[in-house]
């Protein structure tokens, strides 16, 4: 039997079970977007990537897709998302974007999604790159729908980062 847990607890819950290291709760528990006014402004960069499996059949469909290329507007879709994040994902700061490349490439099994963001801020855009990697993917899951329902997305993923206090990432593998 589950119990259901009021706000009140669940923000008491959180501030006694989230780890230190989280940093967009506030000493209460509650959400809250990171106050970084007093951080300096650095060149940031994030590599994003995400996997959309396709069958052979659907492979064989996609440069005859009625809807037009669905690469290329998949290209669009994602750096239109990596732009509307802070809108998105509640605690993310609206940030001024240097750069936005996506990349979709047919690869075996599937299309291969890699979206790289770029900023001069006070914080990092990971979420814009891993955002922008989403809808892109879903956007070719839209533009294929048709030809096959059983297209699966995964692997959604950061895959490097530079800049800001904890420097840089780079996912090993």
Do not use: W
């Amino acid at each position: 039997m589950s119990k259901t847990v009021s706000t009140a607890e669940s923000a008491t819950i959180a501030a006694t079970t989230a780890p230190q290291s989280l940093s967009h709760f506030d000493a209460a528990g509650r959400a809250s977007m990171v106050d970084v006014s007093a951080k300096p402004a650095t060149r940031r960069v994030a590599v994003a990537s995400a996997f959309v499996e396709l069958s052979a059949e659907v492979l064989r469909a996609l440069p005859s897709n009625p809807k037009g290329n669905p690469l290329e507007v998949a290209r669009f879709a994602g750096i239109q998302a990596a732009k509307q994040t802070a809108l998105l994902i509640p605690m993310c700061h609206p940030l001024a974007l240097s750069h936005v490349e996506v990349c979709a490439e047919i690869v075996e099994d599937g299309v291969r999604i890699e979206a790289t963001v770029t900023t001069t801020g006070p914080t990092g855009v990971e979420m814009e790159a891993l955002t922008a990697a989403s809808v892109a993917a879903l956007t070719v899951y839209d533009m294929t729908k048709a030809l096959d329902k059983s297209i699966v997305i995964r692997a959604i993923r950061l895959e490097a980062k530079s800049g800001g206090k904890s420097g840089e990432y780079r996912r090993k593998g």
